[in-house]
């Protein structure tokens, strides 16, 4: 107790050091003698004994423990109790979590985080490129590298292209979820510029165009804090072995296009992820197929398009022009003179406001050509785009048929039908000013003449048919054709 008190130990130290000096059969002079390491290797370390039986029964069990832990619902205690069902006479609880952690952080001493099945998805560029060779010039073409990794199995997917930009980092990601068969709950990047256009320990702000590939994919994005090494610990792991694993074999052979390259990757990374893990009896192949693959959404039917964009105003006829196209396309008529938004894919072509899509159109690349929602149109504007000529001569036709006459005439009289439409529109618009008997009575007259226009008509009309007077026409018409007219009220 004295000496327990003159050194600060416990009592129970103080023995264990009288205890270790008697059976080494040193005197105190000896033992004063011995300089600090050899004091440490006779006091400071315990002597090492086999695990028993016991203790390697639990050990074999840690493998299949560190894979379950991994699926949904399940934790420590549901594995204990099974543990014990196999092993009655096996370690208490508390014993199993604490000679776990010391497995698993052996291990595995880098990882610190618990992943879930289907969660989520790690990606990020590689330190270092790799490089082909142009056959023809014999220049040195260095490619960007793109790392996946899955939390829970560490599938791992690796590619090359050409820059980080998004258009390669988006076809990228689309490439590993092809490569996995499915879709995680959420794709952890890091703060690239590809994929986070404003990075914010709270709120980051997404890149457009990747934040609308993750809702084609039924995904979310959870961007990698800035400065927080845990949130990517993972793939930067993953980055590491790759290294050794994928870059050593495939630094040894010459490539000569992107194709070829990412041939070469994908053979060794197929021997990668079916290699066995460091201390399990399974690879990341058989992780993931296991426990990981049923957990993940399934993939959406079509590939994402990628969409470019490009701002315009809306000119007055309710349409915006798609400059790279020089095509036009319908909005509603109340956005007219508003600057847009335009979002455009191989196939498609959508239209914003202040966020709202406002229009979706299919995308055609005529120039000059319009397309045209007829919803988007005010009424009258939508009157004007439902006029064909067949409903012209219908309409006619249900006044006279020498009306239906007198508009063939003029629909032919054009080089392009709607170059007639509004004349016909001003000539059947007399029907309800002067009555179909004079409309007709006036289009009998104006076919003798053999001029057809809706001028004709209206000088007809207004000098209200009170005998033909020649010197009205005198000018600028025929003769009239006895032959062709009908009817002797003609001349009345």
């Given at each position: 107790?004295?000496?327990?008190?003159?050194t600060?130990?416990?009592?129970?130290?103080?023995?264990k050091y009288?205890?270790a000096?008697?059976?080494?059969?040193?005197?105190?002079e000896?033992?004063?003698?011995?300089?600090?390491?050899?004091?440490?290797?006779?006091?400071?370390k315990?002597k090492?004994?086999?695990?028993?039986s016991?203790?390697q029964?639990?050990?074999?069990c840690?493998?299949?423990?560190?894979?379950?832990?991994?699926r949904?619902?399940?934790?420590?205690?549901?594995?204990?109790?099974?543990y014990?069902?196999?092993?009655p006479?096996g370690?208490?609880?508390?014993q199993f979590c604490?000679?776990?952690?010391?497995?698993?952080?052996r291990?595995?001493p880098?990882?610190h985080?618990?992943?879930?099945?289907?969660?989520?998805l790690y990606?990020?560029?590689?330190?270092?490129?790799?490089s082909?060779?142009d056959?023809?010039?014999?220049?040195v073409i260095?490619?960007?590298?793109?790392?996946?990794?899955?939390?829970a199995?560490?599938?791992?997917?690796?590619?090359?292209?050409?820059?980080?930009?998004?258009?390669?980092?988006?076809?990228?990601?689309e490439?590993t979820?092809?490569?996995?068969g499915?879709v995680p709950?959420?794709?952890?990047?890091?703060?690239?510029k590809a994929?986070?256009t404003?990075?914010?320990?709270?709120?980051?702000?997404?890149?457009?165009?990747?934040?609308?590939f993750?809702?084609?994919?039924?995904?979310?994005?959870l961007p990698?804090?800035a400065?927080?090494?845990r949130?990517?610990?993972?793939?930067e792991?993953?980055?590491?072995?790759i290294?050794?694993?994928?870059?050593?074999?495939?630094?040894?052979?010459t490539?000569?296009?992107?194709?070829?390259?990412?041939?070469?990757?994908?053979?060794?990374?197929?021997?990668?992820?079916?290699?066995?893990?460091?201390g399990?009896?399974y690879s990341?192949?058989?992780?993931?197929?296991?426990?990981?693959?049923?957990?993940?959404?399934?993939?959406?039917?079509?590939?994402?398009q990628?969409?470019?964009?490009?701002?315009?105003?809306?000119?007055?006829n309710?349409?915006v022009?798609?400059?790279?196209d020089?095509?036009?396309?319908?909005?509603?008529?109340?956005?007219?003179?508003?600057?847009?938004?335009l979002?455009?894919?191989?196939?498609?072509?959508e239209?914003?406001?202040?966020?709202?899509?406002?229009?979706?159109?299919k995308r055609a690349?005529n120039?000059?050509?319009?397309?045209?929602d007829?919803?988007?149109?005010?009424?009258?504007h939508?009157?004007?785009?439902?006029?064909?000529p067949?409903?012209?001569?219908?309409?006619?036709?249900?006044?006279?048929?020498?009306?239906?006459?007198?508009?063939?005439?003029i629909?032919?009289?054009?080089?392009?039908?709607?170059?007639?439409?509004?004349?016909?529109?001003g000539?059947?618009?007399?029907a309800?000013k002067?009555?179909?008997?004079?409309?007709?009575?006036?289009?009998?007259r104006?076919?003798s003449?053999?001029?057809?226009n809706?001028?004709?008509?209206?000088t007809?009309?207004?000098?209200?048919?009170?005998g033909y007077?020649?010197?009205?026409?005198?000018?600028?018409?025929?003769?009239?054709?006895?032959?062709?007219?009908?009817?002797k009220?003609?001349?009345?």
């Amino acid at each position: 107790m004295t000496i327990a008190a003159q050194t600060d130990a416990s009592r129970n130290t103080v023995k264990k050091y009288l205890a270790a000096f008697k059976a080494s059969s040193f005197t105190f002079e000896e033992i004063d003698a011995l300089n600090d390491k050899e004091l440490e290797d006779l006091f400071g370390k315990s002597k090492e004994h086999p695990p028993t039986s016991r203790m390697q029964s639990m050990q074999r069990c840690f493998p299949q423990v560190d894979k379950e832990l991994k699926r949904t619902g399940v934790n420590r205690y549901m594995l204990w109790e099974a543990y014990r069902k196999e092993f009655p006479d096996g370690y208490q609880y508390s014993q199993f979590c604490f000679y776990y952690n010391q497995w698993k952080a052996r291990v595995n001493p880098t990882m610190h985080m618990d992943h879930k099945a289907g969660d989520k998805l790690y990606v990020d560029f590689a330190g270092e490129k790799l490089s082909y060779t142009d056959k023809d010039t014999g220049e040195v073409i260095a490619v960007e590298v793109f790392v996946a990794i899955l939390g829970a199995s560490q599938l791992t997917y690796v590619e090359a292209v050409m820059s980080q930009q998004k258009e390669d980092f988006i076809a990228a990601c689309e490439n590993t979820l092809h490569f996995i068969g499915g879709v995680p709950a959420a794709i952890v990047p890091d703060n690239l510029k590809a994929a986070v256009t404003k990075s914010s320990r709270y709120e980051p702000t997404l890149n457009e165009t990747f934040e609308d590939f993750a809702d084609h994919y039924g995904t979310t994005i959870l961007p990698a804090r800035a400065y927080r090494p845990r949130d990517k610990a993972l793939v930067e792991g993953a980055v590491k072995i790759i290294y050794t694993k994928i870059y050593a074999p495939i630094n040894r052979v010459t490539y000569h296009s992107l194709k070829e390259l990412n041939t070469g990757i994908w053979e060794a990374l197929e021997t990668h992820n079916s290699q066995l893990l460091k201390g399990r009896n399974y690879s990341r192949r058989l992780q993931f197929e296991e426990i990981e693959r049923h957990t993940l959404m399934p993939l959406p039917v079509l590939l994402y398009q990628f969409k470019k964009h490009f701002y315009a105003k809306v000119i007055k006829n309710g349409h915006v022009n798609l400059g790279p196209d020089k095509h036009y396309y319908s909005v509603p008529y109340r956005f007219i003179g508003k600057r847009v938004k335009l979002l455009y894919s191989r196939t498609i072509v959508e239209i914003y406001s202040n966020y709202e899509r406002i229009a979706l159109h299919k995308r055609a690349k005529n120039p000059y050509g319009y397309t045209t929602d007829k919803d988007h149109m005010a009424t009258t504007h939508r009157f004007v785009t439902d006029w064909t000529p067949d409903k012209f001569l219908d309409w006619a036709a249900s006044i006279h048929e020498d009306v239906r006459l007198y508009i063939l005439k003029i629909l032919d009289r054009k080089q392009h039908p709607e170059q007639a439409y509004k004349s016909c529109l001003g000539v059947l618009g007399f029907a309800k000013k002067a009555g179909n008997e004079r409309l007709t009575m006036a289009c009998q007259r104006a076919l003798s003449y053999g001029i057809h226009n809706y001028k004709t008509i209206q000088t007809i009309l207004e000098n209200k048919m009170d005998g033909y007077e020649e010197s009205m026409f005198a000018d600028e018409l025929p003769m009239p054709n006895h032959d062709n007219i009908r009817g002797k009220d003609y001349y009345k």
